[in-house]
């Protein structure tokens, strides 16, 4: 008999065939199990292959321990899962690096040009029948020759700053280590402190996981130090930035504006932002590309294939 693999949401199939070969994997025939249903049926189970939309708990580990493996997170962020008290648990926690890194560098360049261009709200307003017509009308701004600052230069804020490059801007970054001189002469890229970062740049891109560390890190201060036409850009985590801090510079034109494909509360969004033009709403698609989705799948499989078989890599984080 087969051992079970649990997977928590419905996913696209494609990327599974392997997983499904060596074992008997139990989707869900709706969108999502519940957390019931979860801690029910993961007592047959040795892997657990769960998404953000799963909190994975101190609850939910305690009734995966002696049964569950691996715990592999289908996307690079792993903040639903208690990996600390996984591991305590015996639990190895997983997650997907490599197949996010191009579609969300690619949706961030996009968001940033679309806030730049004000494509959003001149989409709406020629549906709404709202838009004046004329050669000073509807201005946005350039991004040839402008400054960017990635926060976060791993991996996604990388793969940003070689598209920006190509498009013509100047890059800087804050990280928590500099970059070597090798890869900083890659990217032409120069390392600033955050502060100075916020202050120089005419685009903020920011790409850093979300811990205690970084929860709130772009607050009110770190807002107000932007320059008056500066555009801020989140495709990382929601909480790495506090939305309302954010809202009210927004809506007091504090900085020009704002493209957001993630936010603090999801599925809630802070209600203001709805009404305000100068902010591109994204649903937490940077990834939602069908290419992507079944690379995850099929990296999130092999993950938990070469654990149970101890061969091959293993994207751990814990």
Known sequence: ????????????????????????????EKERFSRDEIKQMSTECVALLSNIDLT???????????????????????NNVDAD?????????????????????????????????????????????????GTLEHLGTGMYGKTLGIV??????????????????NIIYHNRHQLSAEYEQRYHASFRTLEELMAQSDFVALSMPLNTETHHLIDAHAISLMKADAILVNTARGAVVDEQALTEALRNRQIRGAALDVFENEPLITAELYNLDNVVLSPHCGTST?????????????????????????????
């Open 56 to 78: 994975v708990d101190k609850e939910i580990i305690d009734v995966l321990q002696g049964h569950v493996k691996i715990i592999s997170n289908y996307g690079v962020g792993y």
């Open 1 to 28: 008999m087969k051992e079970k693999i649990l997977v928590s949401y419905h996913l696209l199939k494609e990327g599974f065939e392997e997983l499904e070969q060596a074992y008997d994997v139990i989707f869900p």
């Open 290 to 318: 069908i290419d992507a989705r079944v690379e995850m799948s099929r990296f999130a499989a092999r993950n938990i294939i070469n654990f149970l078989k101890g061969e091959g890599p293993v994207a751990r984080v814990n």
């Open 85 to 133: 008290y996984a591991r305590q648990k015996g639990i190895t926690v997983a997650n997907t690096p490599d197949p996010v890194v191009e579609p969300t560098a690619e949706l961030a360049y996009a968001l940033m040009g679309c806030a730049a261009r004000c494509l959003a709200e001149n989409d709406r307003k020629l549906r709404n029948g709202t838009l004046k017509w």
């Open 152 to 169: 976060g230069m791993g991996r996604i804020g990388q793969a940003i700053a070689r598209r920006a490059l190509a498009g013509g801007m």
